[in-house]
């Protein structure tokens, strides 16, 4: 009995810092910690979030583009208060310079739209995301759906290192 219940408290002890370990990586690119923030039952569009940054001895990475069978499209789009008004506008890229990390996060500037939902966004789902760039590989990431504030800490704890 007592073997169960360490392994328990052991997995209570790491699976916090598994959270963290949430990242992709490709030759001088790193993706962290993708998440997407729950939809209420019905919404026809959600939000998915990254980081993307380049090593300082990699090449410019443009994101052009995303996809994921959890929405009809995804575009890339930019959130920003204009004159009192948070205005969204779509994007045709984001660049991400050598040395840069770009951080998508809810509340403003670059985030991923998902566009026509195929179902509810609810915590602790998972999805697959492809990521398109113009000069190299797409790469694929697993999301995660959890709260803004749970996703935003996971995704900050990446610059820890």
């Given at each position: 009995?007592?073997?169960?219940?360490m392994?328990?408290?052991?997995?209570?002890?790491?699976?916090?810092?598994?959270?963290?370990?949430?990242?992709?990586?490709?030759?001088?690119?790193?993706?962290?910690?993708?998440?997407?923030?729950?939809?209420?039952?019905?919404?026809?569009?959600?939000?998915?979030?990254?980081?993307?940054?380049?090593?300082e001895?990699?090449?410019?990475?443009?994101?052009?583009?995303?996809?994921?069978?959890?929405?009809?499209?995804?575009?890339?789009?930019?959130?920003?208060?204009?004159?009192?008004?948070?205005?969204?506008?779509?994007?045709?890229?984001?660049?991400?310079?050598?040395?840069?990390?770009?951080?998508?996060?809810?509340?403003?500037?670059?985030?991923?739209?998902?566009?026509?939902?195929?179902?509810?966004?609810?915590?602790?789902?998972?999805?697959?995301?492809?990521?398109?760039?113009?000069?190299?590989?797409?790469?694929?990431?697993?999301?995660?759906?959890q709260?803004?504030?749970?996703?935003?800490?996971?995704?900050?704890?990446?610059?820890?290192h």
């Amino acid at each position: 009995m007592r073997l169960p219940l360490m392994a328990l408290c052991l997995a209570t002890v790491l699976l916090p810092g598994l959270s963290l370990a949430h990242e992709v990586r490709q030759v001088h690119l790193r993706v962290a910690h993708p998440f997407a923030t729950p939809t209420p039952p019905g919404a026809p569009h959600g939000a998915a979030y990254l980081d993307i940054s380049i090593d300082e001895d990699g090449e410019t990475a443009t994101l052009v583009g995303a996809s994921t069978p959890m929405s009809q499209g995804v575009e890339l789009h930019d959130m920003r208060l204009d004159e009192g008004t948070m205005r969204m506008r779509k994007l045709d890229e984001i660049v991400i310079e050598p040395g840069e990390t770009v951080t998508l996060r809810p509340g403003g500037g670059p985030h991923l739209m998902l566009l026509g939902l195929t179902s509810t966004l609810s915590e602790g789902d998972t999805f697959p995301l492809m990521l398109e760039f113009a000069e190299r590989e797409a790469v694929e990431v697993e999301v995660r759906v959890q709260e803004a504030n749970a996703g935003i800490e996971a995704a900050d704890g990446h610059h820890d290192h």
